[in-house]
């Protein structure tokens, strides 16, 4: 087991997530915030800043070389584009050095990806896969196909050698779609990470736990896929299979972020980007307006204290190092069974980790002093093998 990370008794995060805006230039067919039909609301720059402010001094504070800033939400962030673009002035004029993220959906101008390829640290551009699946399911909000525009971004990227992810979603019917699209993406495009998520809710804005078939048929899929990327040389995962990593917490944001919705509410999850979320009520532990940061650190002890029942619950998974418990906003979405016993999203957790954990013991043959032993390393056919964490 992993030491426990040290907690400070007095709630410092060192890293600022701001939900951009609920606007959106697109309207996918699955958005968990049905992003660019409710709200319109963008985050304030004052609040923005104050964010910003609060976690330098905690990082100057704790004594940390560096703090970080995210740009993520309900809606696209780059909508909210002169924000945006004052935010990280503003942070970089900061008497630390500030890392910088953003997730966005890659539908930029020329001059907006110039920008981007400059400023920003780490980038996630959200897509799906090939034309056909990509104009399905991310149309723009005219209804239009998002491809083109999208792969225009990512060619920008690709010619000055940016270091960025993919963040794909898939749909139904996995076996079939999946791996295509992977494949397709590996041939059009130089990224060499991609994260894919599985959605099973028949209507944006919603949530819907797999039923068994749907649960058999994205593990089947997902392994297909893989063994694309891994011929590829490319590295595909899945948030809920990571057996290289070991941690107390399956995300950072409940612990280490300051999150804020436009509104001003402090959240501790991404996908509680609105006061309609049906997460709202458990996730909400503050709020913030320019001059001052509010925790409610009664509503957070609770949270807490439900994310650490839900770990006790999961004691006996072989997963229990690695998914710790689950994303929040799987887990506690009401209406579903929370039991990992009978999760259909623990089943596929634990089938897609016991896949990876025998491709890379497979992949250690002749990689290692202790051949059919992995040691927590990314090993593939076509990449040299190094610590998982430096591939990252």
Request: charged fraction near 20%.
């Amino acid at each position: 087991p992993p030491p426990p990370a040290p907690r400070d008794p007095v709630y410092r995060p060192t890293s600022a997530v701001l939900l951009m805006t609920d606007r959106c230039n697109l309207r996918c067919v699955y958005c968990y915030a049905d992003g660019g039909e409710v709200g319109h609301k963008d985050l304030a720059e004052d609040l923005a800043f104050a964010a910003i402010d609060r976690v330098c001094d905690n990082a100057r504070e704790l004594g940390r070389s560096y703090f970080e800033l995210t740009f993520h939400g309900g809606g696209e962030p780059t909508l909210a584009w002169r924000t945006l673009t004052r935010a990280v002035a503003h942070a970089r004029a900061k008497c630390l050095p500030c890392h910088v993220s953003m997730v966005s959906n890659g539908v930029w101008t020329a001059s907006q990806c110039e920008w981007i390829v400059e400023n920003v640290d780490r980038l996630t551009v959200s897509v799906d896969g090939g034309r056909e699946t990509q104009n399905r399911q991310r149309p723009s909000a005219a209804g239009k196909g998002t491809f083109e525009t999208v792969m225009r971004s990512v060619a920008h990227l690709d010619r000055y050698g940016f270091n960025y992810a993919f963040r794909m979603t898939a749909l139904a019917p996995w076996r079939e779609t999946l791996a295509r699209d992977v494949e397709i993406l590996c041939h059009e495009t130089g990224c060499r990470r991609f994260q894919v998520e599985p959605a099973f809710n028949d209507a944006r804005g919603t949530y819907r736990a797999p039923t068994e078939e749907e649960a058999d048929a994205f593990v089947a899929g997902f392994v297909q896929a893989f063994d694309v990327a891994w011929r590829a040389g490319r590295r595909l995962t899945f948030s809920g299979a990571r057996p290289w990593l070991l941690t107390h917490s399956f995300c950072s944001a409940p612990f280490g972020g300051l999150i804020v919705a436009p509104s001003g509410n402090l959240v501790a999850c991404y996908e509680v980007t609105n006061s309609g979320h049906p997460l709202a009520g458990l996730c909400t532990v503050g709020s913030m307006d320019a001059d001052h940061v509010v925790i409610d650190e009664e509503k957070r002890a609770t949270l807490l204290s439900r994310l650490a029942e839900r770990r006790t619950a999961c004691r006996n998974c072989f997963c229990y190092w690695h998914c710790a418990g689950d994303c929040l906003a799987k887990a506690f979405y009401p209406g579903v069974d929370h039991s990992p016993t009978t999760l259909t999203r623990c089943r596929m957790n634990r089938e897609i980790t016991a896949h990876l954990l025998l491709a890379y013991i497979a992949a250690s043959e002749g990689l290692s002093d202790t051949p059919g032993v992995w040691r927590g390393q990314y090993t593939s056919p076509q990449v040299e093998n190094r610590n998982w964490e430096e591939a990252c």
